[in-house]
């Protein structure tokens, strides 16, 4: 192995997945000792600096994203049959801290991809299945992978909201995910859940874990539309507050943190928090359209990492779309019914879309299928040079 204070530094390849990007690493090439591997790691991403200009990464949440990719599991019964294992890292841009609670589903496209790039799954036409285990939650995620000639399709027709251009779909499907992070797709086995948040009140939500855990609010309930800007919003700190003061008593509910009042550090990437009103029509933040009411099944505005969600999260999509299956959620009562499996949510920059299949057990709920489709696409591979101290 490569040391990574060498002048040889360390391999790395930075790719586009959705709406995100990220720096992907090989285990193998980072430093067994944890202390040494984060130090390695913040040095590369150029943190802490708000600005990450002595790193590769770009100065916001959806560019500080780490993919560690290493061998599948020998002991993992739940890994059986993995192609290799995933770690996502959600890398603080100001502080020197590494979020590894969560998974991104945008960034879990480009997993499948790289993972055929880089020779660890042999490429079938026309799909290529990338069977890639993630160690943040420990489950399996089924990826489909469109190739051609033995290579990754990077171009199609495909338009994801928030992303310039087109691109070759890539499908995730997050079954496998449902109460990953709390022990059950409804934690507390209830649709909605009353939570007293310090210095407002009482106040209804919907706690639901399936990619990541989330906690879904009514707009109305916060005094808001349900369709102002990621920018309008994050421009009034009493609501943001707010925000993370109800994220916080979600995760200590949800027995994710045992202080509340400590969300931001405990878990601030999880869980991610989704305002919900009904189909309206709306400006997109990105190119101004109009988006019509009858284009999108709900309106959902996300708050992660502490300040509004420009476009809409992987995970997130996943969640709202079969949180808006489960009968009683707020998502389901403001969700329009469909006939088909498909869910649209309508957020600032679009519509996104998932395909979800659920089904009635006796005490509860079982997630057959909830995909969510993305494109990728690599930017660059090279070294990145680490210095010593």
Not at 21 to 34: G, I, S, Y
Not at 233 to 250: F, H, K, M, N, S
Not at 344 to 355: D, L, V, Y
Request: charged content about 20%.
């Amino acid at each position: 192995m490569v040391s990574c204070t060498s002048p040889e530094g360390i391999r790395c390849v930075v790719m586009r997945g959705g709406t995100s990007r990220a720096v992907f690493l090989r285990e193998a090439d980072l430093p067994v000792d944890a202390a040494e591997r984060t130090r390695v790691i913040l040095k590369i991403f150029g943190s802490p600096d708000r600005r990450q200009i002595d790193g590769i990464a770009g100065a916001d949440p959806l560019t500080s994203k780490l993919a560690i990719i290493g061998p599948p599991p020998e002991d993992e019964p739940r890994a059986t049959g993995a192609h290799l294992t995933y770690t996502f890292g959600q890398v603080e841009i100001e502080r020197p801290e590494i979020d590894w609670h969560s998974l991104c589903g945008n960034i879990s496209a480009a997993v499948g991809a790289f993972a055929i790039q880089e020779g660890m799954v042999r490429a079938t036409e026309p799909v290529t299945i990338v069977r890639a285990f993630n160690t943040n939650l420990r489950r399996m995620l089924t990826i489909e992978v469109p190739v051609a000639a033995g290579r990754v399709v990077e171009v199609g027709g495909y338009v994801v909201p928030g992303v310039p251009g087109t691109g070759a779909r890539i499908l995730i499907d997050f079954a496998d995910t449902a109460g990953a992070a709390t022990g059950a797709l409804l934690p507390t086995g209830n649709p909605v859940d009353r939570l007293d948040i310090p210095g407002f009140g009482e106040i209804e939500a919907s706690l639901v874990d399936i990619g990541n855990a989330h906690v879904f609010v009514r707009a109305a309930s916060l005094g808001l539309a349900g369709t102002e800007s990621a920018a309008e919003i994050d421009r009034q700190p009493q609501l943001r507050a707010l925000l993370e003061r109800i994220r916080g008593v979600a995760a200590h509910r949800m027995g994710m943190i045992p202080d509340p009042s400590r969300s931001a550090v405990l878990s601030p990437a999880t869980p991610l928090l989704g305002i919900i009103s009904a189909p309206a029509d709306y400006t997109d933040d990105l190119t101004g359209r109009v988006v019509g009411a009858g284009e999108v099944d709900l309106v959902s505005r996300l708050m992660f990492m502490q300040q509004m969600h420009k476009t809409y999260a992987g995970t997130s999509t996943v969640c709202t779309g079969v949180a808006a299956r489960l009968d009683g959620t707020i998502v389901h009562q403001y969700a329009r019914r469909a006939n088909g499996p498909t869910v649209r949510i309508g957020h600032p920059a679009g519509m996104i879309e998932t395909e979800t299949i659920v089904g009635r057990l006796e005490n509860g709920w079982q997630v057959h299928r909830a995909t969510l489709g993305r494109t990728a696409r690599r930017i660059l591979e090279g070294r990145a040079f680490v210095p010593a101290t």
